[in-house]
C-alpha cells in the first residue's frame, strides 16, 4: 500500500510502479499466445468452415437463378398469352368463330416468333375451340396427349381456373416430356370481360430450351426427367451435396399437380475452399512471423507513453499527498489523454487550493454572520423596553403643568390683577415652577440616557449587519430569460408604453455566469424608467432596444450592454445627477430617486460601471452597463449561431 490514512509512503511506490511494468507485460505476453493459439482455433473450427459456408451458399445462390429464370420465362410467357387474350379480334373470334382471323394470325411465322411448342383457345366449357393447324411436323399440336381429345380433361385442375376466367402457370407433364404452360382469359381489349375462354401458351422443356436457360443463369445445368422418390421427398427444397472437387445442388420442380416433374442439378466448383486454405495458411505464417516483433515494439511504446509517464504522475501525487503542498504543478507536455488527465489535476489542484482558501474565508464569515445574527437578536429585545422609557417619558413631559403655568402669566401680564390675587398666581408660579424644574430635569437625564442607547444600537446594528453581508450568489444562466423575467416584473401600466426589442448582437451570446438576480431587478429599474420616460414623452412608437457583446482576453471577459430608448431623454444639467440618491426629474407618487442610485451600487459591487448617455430633452436616453465575468466563466461562455 502506498497510503494509509492518507499518509503516503513515496519509497513505497516505485516498487509499485515496477509490479505494474512486470504485470502488464507478462499479461501482454500472455495474451499474445492466448491469440495464436486462438488463431489456430478459429481458422479450424471458424473460418474455413465459414468458406466452405459461403460456397454452399453461393452454390445455393446458383440455383435460385436457375429458379428465378424459369419463373422469368413463365412470366414473358405470361405477357404474350395476355396480349393474344386481352384483344379485342381474338375476344371477337371467340364469339363469332371467324375463320379469317386464324388465317390472318395463326400462321407458322407468328407461333415461331412465340417460340411456343404449343398453341390453344379453350372455350368455359373446355373444349379447344381452335387450335394450330394440324401438319405433319413431330412438333404439332396433335403430337402432345393434352390435346387428343379436344377439350380439357374434366379432371385437370385448371377445369376450375376456365371456368372463372383466372390466369394459371405451371409446369404440365406430357408425352413430350415437362413443358411450361400459361394460361389467360380472353377479354375486350380493356382488360374487361366477361371472359370468353382462355389462352393456352405451352413451351416444352428440351435439353435445347435447359441449356438456353442455364447460359441465362451462368451455371452448369442437369436436369433429370424421372426424379426419384428421394427427390420428390426434397420437394422444392434445395439439396446440397459436397464432393471433392465441387459442390452439387439440386431441386425438384412439381407439376401443377405438386407431382415431382423435374430434377434439377448443377455443378459448381470448389474454388472458394480452396482459395480459402491457401489464405489461412498464409495468414497463420505471417501472424507467426510478426508477433515476436509486434509484441516486442509494443512493449517498447507502452513503456514510452503509458508506464513512464504514469510513474511520474504517480510519484507528483504521493509528493502532494506527504507535503500537503497545493502550488506543486506536474506540467506534463502532453497531447494526449495522460496530458489531458495531468492538466486536469494541475487545475484540480489549483482549484483545490483556492476552494481551501475561501473556505477559511467562507467559514470566518459563516462565525461572524452567526455573531451578528445573535447580536441582531438581542438588540431587538433590548428595544423593546427602551421604546417603554421613552413612552414613559414623553407621559411625563406631558403631565407637567405646562398649560397653567402659560395661563397665569398670562393673567399677571394684563396688569389687572388685584394684590391678592397676584400674589396667589405668584405663589402658584413658583409650585409648578419648582415641579416642571424637577421635570425637565428627570427628562434631561432620561433624553441622554436614550441618545446614549441609540446611538450605541445603531453603532452595534451597522457593525453587525457590515459583518453579516453575505457575497452575491454567481450562476450560469442566459441573459434573454433575465430579460423576459425583468420584463414580466414590470406593471401592465407602464408596459403599455413599451416594445422591449433584442439585438441580434445579445443573441449570439450564450450562457454567462453572473449575478443574475441582481442583474435581473437592475434590468427591471431600467425597463421601469424607460416606461415612465415613454410616458411623459406621450409617444405612441416607445421601444427599449437591448443589445450586448463580449471583449475576451485571455485572462478577463467583460460583458457590455445597452439600454437605449426613445422616450424624454435628460437634459445635460441633470445628466451628471442621475445617479444621486434622492435625485428625480420625474413627478408623482413612486418617483423617490432611489431605483437609478441603487441600480449603479448594485452594478459597482459586481465589479462592473453604469453610465447614463442622452442628447438632451426629447432625444431619449442610453443606459450602458460594463460588467467583468470572472476568469473559470471564460472557457465556459460560448458563441451560439
Given at each position: 500500500m502506498c497510503a494509509a490514512a492518507f499518509v503516503w509512503d513515496v519509497n513505497a511506490c516505485p516498487a509499485i510502479i515496477m509490479n505494474v511494468k512486470t504485470k502488464v507485460t507478462a499479461q501482454i505476453v500472455g495474451l499474445f499466445v492466448i491469440l495464436v493459439a486462438g488463431q489456430f482455433a478459429l481458422q479450424r473450427r471458424i473460418l474455413l468452415p465459414s468458406f466452405a459456408e459461403l460456397e454452399r451458399q453461393a452454390?445455393?445462390?446458383?440455383?435460385?437463378?436457375?429458379?428465378h429464370a424459369f419463373d422469368r420465362e413463365s412470366d414473358l410467357l405470361s405477357v404474350s398469352a395476355h396480349d393474344w387474350g386481352n384483344w379485342a379480334d381474338t375476344y371477337a373470334f371467340m364469339q363469332n368463330h371467324n375463320a379469317q382471323y386464324i388465317t390472318a394470325n395463326l400462321t407458322r411465322t407468328a407461333i415461331a416468333a412465340l417460340k411456343i411448342d404449343a398453341l390453344a383457345f379453350v372455350a368455359t366449357d373446355g373444349h379447344y375451340v381452335v387450335s394450330i393447324e394440324p401438319d405433319s411436323d413431330p412438333g404439332s399440336i396433335q403430337n402432345i396427349d393434352l390435346f387428343a381429345e379436344g377439350r380439357l380433361p374434366d379432371n385437370h385442375p385448371w377445369r376450375t381456373a376456365v371456368r372463372n376466367g383466372r390466369p394459371m402457370s405451371g409446369l404440365l407433364m406430357t408425352n413430350r416430356g415437362p413443358m411450361l404452360a400459361v394460361m389467360q382469359p380472353i377479354l375486350n381489349g380493356f382488360d374487361q370481360g366477361p371472359h370468353h375462354g382462355m389462352v393456352l401458351f405451352g413451351r416444352l422443356m428440351t435439353d435445347a430450351e435447359l441449356a438456353r436457360i442455364a447460359t441465362q443463369a451462368q451455371v452448369r445445368l442437369t436436369a433429370n426427367l424421372m426424379p426419384t422418390a428421394r427427390d420428390a421427398a426434397d420437394g422444392a427444397a434445395n439439396r446440397v451435396v459436397e464432393e471433392q472437387a465441387v459442390t452439387e445442388v439440386f431441386h425438384v420442380m412439381n407439376d401443377i399437380e405438386?407431382?415431382?416433374?423435374?430434377?434439377?442439378?448443377?455443378?459448381?466448383?470448389?474454388?472458394i475452399t480452396a482459395r480459402g486454405y491457401k489464405a489461412v495458411a498464409f495468414a497463420s505464417v505471417f501472424v507467426a512471423g510478426s508477433g515476436a516483433i509486434v509484441l516486442l515494439v509494443m512493449l517498447f511504446l507502452l513503456n514510452r507513453s503509458v508506464l513512464a509517464p504514469l510513474a511520474r504522475m504517480t510519484r507528483h501525487v504521493v509528493a502532494i499527498g506527504a507535503h500537503n503542498d497545493l502550488t506543486r504543478q506536474l506540467d506534463l507536455s502532453r497531447s494526449d489523454e495522460l496530458?489531458?488527465?495531468?492538466?486536469?489535476?494541475?487545475?484540480?489542484?489549483?482549484?483545490?487550493?483556492?476552494?481551501?482558501?475561501?473556505?477559511?474565508?467562507?467559514s470566518f464569515l459563516a462565525g461572524i454572520a452567526d455573531h451578528a445574527s445573535g447580536v441582531l437578536h438581542n438588540l431587538r429585545n433590548a428595544m423593546t423596553p427602551l421604546t417603554v422609557h421613552i413612552g414613559a417619558l414623553q407621559s411625563t413631559l406631558r403631565a407637567a403643568p405646562v398649560a397653567d403655568v402659560d395661563r397665569v402669566l398670562a393673567e399677571l401680564d394684563t396688569?389687572?390683577?388685584?394684590?391678592?390675587?397676584?400674589?396667589d398666581l405668584e405663589a402658584f408660579l413658583r409650585l409648578t415652577s419648582r415641579e416642571i424644574v424637577r421635570a425637565v430635569i428627570a427628562g434631561c437625564h432620561d433624553a441622554d440616557i436614550v441618545e446614549r442607547s441609540a446611538a450605541s444600537i445603531e453603532a452595534v446594528l451597522s457593525q453587525s449587519a457590515r459583518g453579516a453581508r453575505a457575497a452575491n450568489v454567481l450562476e450560469f444562466?442566459?441573459?434573454?430569460?433575465?430579460?423576459?423575467?425583468?420584463?414580466?416584473?414590470?406593471?401592465?401600466?407602464?408596459?403599455?408604453y413599451l416594445t422591449v426589442e433584442i439585438d441580434a448582437s445579445l443573441r449570439s451570446i450564450d450562457t454567462v455566469r453572473v449575478a443574475s438576480t441582481i442583474l435581473q431587478q437592475v434590468f427591471q429599474n431600467l425597463m421601469v424608467n424607460a416606461a415612465e420616460s415613454l410616458r411623459e414623452a406621450g409617444r405612441a412608437d416607445g421601444s427599449l432596444k437591448i443589445a450586448g457583446h463580449l471583449t475576451t482576453t485571455p485572462t478577463s471577459q467583460t460583458l457590455h450592454l445597452r439600454f437605449a430608448d426613445n422616450g424624454i431623454g435628460i437634459s445635460a444639467e441633470n445628466l451628471p445627477h442621475i445617479f444621486d440618491r434622492g435625485f428625480s426629474t420625474k413627478l408623482g407618487a413612486g418617483n423617490s430617486g432611489i431605483g437609478l442610485h441603487w441600480c449603479a451600487n448594485a452594478i459597482n459591487e459586481l465589479g462592473g460601471t453604469l453610465q447614463a448617455e442622452s442628447a438632451g430633452c426629447q432625444s431619449g436616453a442610453t443606459f450602458i452597463i460594463n460588467l467583468p465575468l470572472e476568469v473559470a466563466a471564460v472557457a465556459l461562455t460560448t458563441k451560439v449561431a
Open positions: 452454390a445455393a445462390t446458383d440455383m435460385d437463378r436457375v429458379i405438386g407431382r415431382p416433374a423435374l430434377r434439377l442439378r448443377i455443378d459448381v466448383p470448389r474454388a496530458g489531458v488527465l495531468a492538466r486536469a489535476f494541475d487545475r484540480t489542484v489549483g482549484h483545490l487550493a483556492d476552494a481551501r482558501h475561501q473556505l477559511v474565508q467562507q396688569g389687572a390683577v388685584v394684590a391678592t390675587r397676584k400674589a444562466t442566459r441573459l434573454s430569460r433575465i430579460i423576459e423575467q425583468s420584463s414580466a416584473l414590470v406593471p401592465l401600466d407602464l408596459m403599455k
